[in-house]
C-alpha cells in the first residue's frame, strides 16, 4: 500500500470477498495475509483489527473464521524499537487475532495461495487478500542526491537532520535515527 488509491483498492479488494462470502462459504474469501512486518504492515494491521469488528456485523460473517496472518522473514518484528516496545504493539494485535508468523520466509506467490517455509517444510495458506508491504525503503534520489545511505536510508542525528547538515532534514523511508542506548 503505496498511496491512496492502492490503498483504496484493498478496502473495496476485501469488501467484495465478504459480500462473496455469503454467496459461496469459500473460506479463503475471509483469510487476509500481509506479507512483511515493518511500520506499513503493524499499521496496516492496527487499522483491520480496529475495523474488523464493524465489517464481521455488517457482512453478517463468522467471526471465527476471518483470518488474519502477517508473514515476515526476519527473525524479529519491529526491531527499530525496544524489546519491550515492540512486544508491547505485537501482544496487541496478536490479542486482536493476529497470528504472526515470524522467521518465515515467502516462496510463492500466486492469486489466492501464499506459499512460506517454515523449518525445513514448505507450507500454504489459502486467502483472497493478500497484502505485500515488504522491501519498503527511501527514495533512489536520496542516494543519487549524493546523500550517505545505509540500506537505502541517511543515519540522521537525533532531531532529524543531516549529519554536518543542520538546514537539511531527511524524514520518513528515507530516514534512520540510532538509538544511543540500544544502538538500533
Known sequence: IV?????VAV???MHRQFAEYQ?????????????????TSIEYLGELTQQMPKLIKEYNLPADKVQLTCIE??????????????N????????RGVRFLVGTPI????????VYQENEELKTIQAKTIVWTTGVKGSSVVGASGFEER???VMVESDLTEPGYP?????GDCSAVMDPVSNR
Request: a negative charge.
Open 23 to 39: 454467496n459461496t462459504g469459500d473460506a479463503s474469501l475471509l483469510s487476509l495475509v500481509v506479507c512483511g512486518a515493518g511500520f
Open 3 to 7: 498511496d491512496i488509491p492502492s490503498a
Open 73 to 86: 522473514a526476519m527473525p524479529t518484528l519491529l526491531p527499530m524499537f525496544t524489546e519491550r516496545l515492540s
Open 151 to 153: 540500506r537505502g536510508r
Open 167 to 171: 538546514e537539511i532534514f531527511i524524514i
Open 88 to 95: 508491547y504493539g505485537i501482544q496487541k494485535l496478536k490479542d
Open 107 to 114: 516462496k510463492e506467490l500466486t492469486a489466492d495461495t501464499v
Open 11 to 13: 478496502k473495496e479488494h
